[in-house]
C-alpha cells in the first residue's frame, strides 16, 4: 500500500493536468440557455478515452434521444463471480450565470491558484470523480491486479434529474454487474479542511411548484380591489399556513414517523462541538433558527425543513395581479414518505385557496432519504482508507443535501452506498468562483486506492 501511495505522491502533477483538461470541457446540463450538447458529449467521450486507455470496457450509452449519454466501463478482467464494486460520479456541471460577472476568472479555464482549481464543475463533480480514475490508473500502472472488480457509472444529468440513469437503473442496466458490494460515490463534502469524513446519510426531497390564478389578467388595484381575490395575498397566507408562529412546520402528520438518531450517532454529531458563532459567520446573519433538543448539526443533518425556494407575483405598481407562483422544498429524513409528505403539504396549501381562485401545483419530483447504519461492516474499512489517503482522523457525518439517483441505485444493487466527500463546503459549488484543492484531490486519489484495497480484503 505504502508505495501505491508512493506512485500517486510522484505523479499528482500529471494528474492535475489531466483534471484541468476535463474541466475545461463546458458540459453544463442545467442553468444555461447555451446549448451544451455537443460539450457533454465531449466530457463523454473524454471519459471513454480515459478508461479505454486503462484497458477497461467502456461504452457511451444514449438512453434515449433527449437524454445525455451516461459512461459505463467495466475494469479488465472483470468476473461476475466476484462482488463488484460501482463507482458513481457526474461529468456535467451547473451553468455559470448564477451571476455570471460575480466569476473573477473564466469558469473553464481551469486556472490554478493558491492550491486551488478555479472552475465550474471543478469540485462538483469533475474533480473527485477524476481522483478515483486517477487512483485506479495508477493501481493498474504499478501492475497490479485491482483488488475489486469495478464498474464506473458516470451520467451527465445529475444536475438536471438523472433521467437517463433512472431509465437504465429501474431497466435493470446495473443487473448484469451484480453481486454488488457497494457503490462508492464522491459527491458530498468532508466535515472541514482536514476533517474528512464519511457521510453516513443524506437527507431525502420533496418538491414541487404551486400557481395560484386570479382575474384573468393584471388589473387595477383601484378598480377592482376589495372585490377581487388577490393571488399574492392568497398564496402568501396559503404559504404562511405551512408554519407556526416559532417558525416549526405546522403540516399536520408531517413529522410522524421520523426514525431517531442512534445514541451513538447522536454522541458523534455532539462531539463534532459545533459552532453556532462560526456559521452565523459563515452566513452573515446574526442568529440561527434552531429547534430545541437538537444539537446544530443534528439539525442540519437529520431534521426536516419546509423552504419556500421562489416567490413572484405582480409587479411593483397598483396592480392585483392574475397569477402568483413559488416553489416549495421540504428536506426529508429517514421515516418519512416523499409521496405522502407531497400530499400533506398541497393538502395544506389547497385547504387555504378561497374559492374563485385557482391553485396548481406542477413539476413535481422527490426521492426519500438514504443511510447506512453506523453499524454497517463497510463503515470501518472507509473510515481506516480516509485515514490512510488523509493522514488525518476520518469522522462520520451526515449531509443534508440530496442526491436522488443514490436511493435508487441502493435498491436495485441491494449494496450500501459509501459517501466519500471530498469537496469542502466552501467550495462554491452552483456557485461563481467553484474551487476545489488539489490537496484535496491528491488525498482523494490516495483514499481511493487505500479504499478499493480495504474492500479488496472484505470481498
Ligand atoms: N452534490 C449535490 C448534493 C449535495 C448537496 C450533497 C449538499 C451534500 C450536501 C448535488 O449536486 C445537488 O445539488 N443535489 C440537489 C438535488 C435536488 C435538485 C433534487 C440538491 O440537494 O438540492
Ligand atoms: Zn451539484
Known amino acids: 500500500m505504502q508505495d501505491l501511495l508512493k506512485r500517486i505522491d510522484d505523479r499528482i502533477d500529471e494528474c492535475v493536468e489531466q483534471l484541468a483538461e476535463f474541466v475545461r470541457i463546458p458540459s453544463i446540463s442545467a442553468g444555461a440557455d447555451v446549448d451544451s450538447s455537443q460539450?457533454?458529449?465531449?466530457?463523454?467521450?473524454?471519459?471513454?478515452?480515459?478508461?479505454?486507455?486503462?484497458?477497461?470496457?467502456?461504452?457511451?450509452?444514449?438512453?434515449?434521444?433527449?437524454?445525455n449519454p451516461l459512461v459505463i466501463a467495466r475494469s479488465p478482467g472483470f468476473s461476475s463471480a466476484r462482488p463488484t464494486v460501482m463507482i458513481y460520479g457526474h461529468y456535467d456541471v451547473q451553468g455559470v450565470d448564477n451571476p455570471r460577472a460575480a466569476w473573477t476568472v473564466d469558469p473553464f479555464a481551469a486556472e490554478q491558484r493558491d492550491g486551488y482549481m478555479i472552475a465550474r464543475g471543478a469540485s462538483d463533480n469533475k474533480g473527485p470523480t477524476f481522483a478515483h480514475i486517477k487512483a485506479v490508473e495508477t493501481m493498474l500502472q504499478a501492475g497490479n491486479r485491482l483488488p475489486v472488480d469495478l464498474l464506473f457509472v458516470i451520467e451527465?444529468?445529475?444536475?438536471?434529474?438523472?433521467r437517463a440513469l433512472e431509465t437504465f437503473v429501474q431497466?435493470?442496466?446495473?443487473?448484469?454487474?451484480a453481486p454488488f458490494l457497494c457503490t462508492v460515490i464522491s459527491d458530498t463534502s468532508m466535515y472541514g479542511p482536514d476533517r474528512p469524513s464519511l457521510t453516513l446519510g443524506l437527507r431525502g426531497i420533496s418538491y414541487f411548484e404551486v400557481s395560484v390564478r386570479?382575474?384573468?389578467?393584471?388589473?387595477?388595484?383601484?378598480?377592482?380591489?376589495?372585490?377581487?381575490?388577490?393571488?399574492?395575498?392568497?398564496?402568501?397566507?396559503?404559504?404562511?399556513?405551512?408554519y407556526d408562529t416559532e417558525g416549526q412546520i405546522a403540516v399536520p402528520g408531517f413529522y410522524d414517523g421520523i426514525e431517531p438518531l442512534s445514541a451513538e450517532e447522536k454522541r458523534q454529531y455532539e462531539a463534532l462541538n459545533a459552532s453556532e458563532q462560526d456559521y452565523m459567520q459563515e452566513l452573515g446573519v446574526s442568529a440561527l433558527r434552531r429547534e430545541a433538543g437538537y444539537s446544530l448539526l443534528e439539525q442540519r443533518w437529520t431534521r426536516p425543513t419546509l423552504e419556500i425556494n421562489?416567490?413572484?407575483?405582480?409587479?411593483?405598481?397598483?396592480?392585483?395581479?392574475?397569477?402568483?407562483?413559488?416553489?416549495?422544498?421540504?428536506?426529508?429524513?429517514?421515516?418519512?414518505?416523499?409521496?405522502?409528505?407531497?400530499?400533506?403539504?398541497?393538502e395544506c396549501i389547497s385547504a387555504r385557496i378561497p374559492k374563485g381562485v385557482h391553485v396548481e401545483f406542477s413539476h413535481p419530483h422527490s426521492s426519500p432519504a438514504y443511510y447506512v447504519d453506523i453499524d454497517h461492516p463497510l463503515v470501518a474499512p472507509a473510515l481506516s482508507a480516509i485515514e490512510q489517503g488523509f493522514n488525518c482522523q476520518a469522522l462520520?457525518?451526515?449531509?443534508?443535501?440530496?442526491?436522488?439517483?443514490?436511493?435508487?441505485?441502493?435498491?436495485?444493487?441491494?449494496?450500501?452506498?459509501?459517501?466519500?466527500?471530498?469537496?469542502?463546503?466552501?467550495?462554491?459549488?452552483?456557485?461563481?468562483?467553484?474551487?476545489?484543492?488539489?490537496?484535496?484531490f491528491h488525498r482523494g486519489m490516495r483514499t481511493s486506492a487505500a479504499l478499493l484495497h480495504e474492500l479488496g480484503a472484505m470481498s
Open 310 to 346: 421562489h416567490l413572484s407575483g405582480g409587479s411593483p405598481r397598483t396592480v392585483i395581479p392574475a397569477i402568483a407562483q413559488a416553489a416549495v422544498s421540504a428536506r426529508l429524513v429517514p421515516g418519512q414518505d416523499p409521496a405522502r409528505v407531497e400530499a400533506l403539504l398541497q
Open 156 to 162: 451527465g444529468e445529475e444536475e438536471c434529474g438523472s
Open 39 to 67: 460539450a457533454l458529449q465531449e466530457a463523454a467521450d473524454f471519459l471513454v478515452g480515459q478508461f479505454t486507455r486503462m484497458n477497461f470496457a467502456a461504452q457511451k450509452i444514449q438512453v434515449s434521444a433527449d437524454t
Open 214 to 242: 386570479g382575474p384573468k389578467q393584471d388589473v387595477h388595484s383601484g378598480l377592482f380591489g376589495g372585490i377581487v381575490h388577490n393571488p399574492n395575498a392568497v398564496l402568501v397566507q396559503a404559504l404562511a399556513g405551512l
Open 396 to 440: 462520520v457525518t451526515r449531509e443534508g443535501g440530496s442526491i436522488p439517483i443514490v436511493v435508487d441505485i441502493a435498491a436495485r444493487t441491494g449494496a450500501p452506498v459509501l459517501l466519500v466527500g471530498l469537496g469542502q463546503i466552501t467550495d462554491n459549488w452552483h456557485g461563481p468562483n467553484e474551487r476545489f484543492a488539489l490537496r484535496d
Open 171 to 177: 431497466n435493470g442496466g446495473l443487473d448484469e454487474y
